[in-house]
């Protein structure tokens, strides 16, 4: 299983970002992919989910009505949509791929049995 998290970058008080996740080696229907960030000196957050055979995401409180959780399943490749973005969303940004998860578990970090590398995203003017 891999996943690659790439789009991250410096963007201003109130800018947008998005993020992708590529994913391969995945029986996707079977499971949860994940977003989740790390601020310097922090630890490790959730922020989105949902399921790859569909379903309602599930956000953070700190990122409801500003990301979006969405997925292409043509280009096995998932998507955090950040708008208003804050500077207290710096922080490197993971996917990550869990499987067979309930709900109530999506926001746990070891509900996840892979992770990509990280993108770094920096809100600052």
């Known amino acids: 299983v891999q996943l690659q998290a790439s789009g991250g970058g410096l963007v201003q008080p109130g800018g947008s970002l998005r993020l992708s996740c590529a994913a391969s080696?995945?029986?996707?229907?079977?499971?949860?992919m994940g977003w989740f960030r790390q601020a310097p000196g922090k630890e490790r957050e959730f922020v989105a989910a949902?399921?790859?055979?569909?379903?309602?995401?599930v956000y953070a409180d700190s990122v409801k009505g500003r990301f979006t959780f969405s997925k292409d399943n043509s280009k096995n490749t998932v998507y955090l949509q950040m708008n208003s973005l804050k500077p207290e969303d710096t922080a490197v940004y993971y996917c990550?791929?869990?499987?067979?998860?309930?709900?109530?578990?999506?926001?746990?970090?070891?509900?996840?049995?892979?992770w990509g590398q990280g993108t770094q995203v920096t809100v600052s003017s």
């Open positions: 949902s399921r790859w055979s569909g379903g309602a995401p």
């Open positions: 080696g995945l029986t996707y229907s079977g499971y949860t």
């Open positions: 990550a791929a869990g499987r067979s998860l309930i709900t109530s578990s999506f926001s746990r970090l070891n509900a996840y049995g892979y």
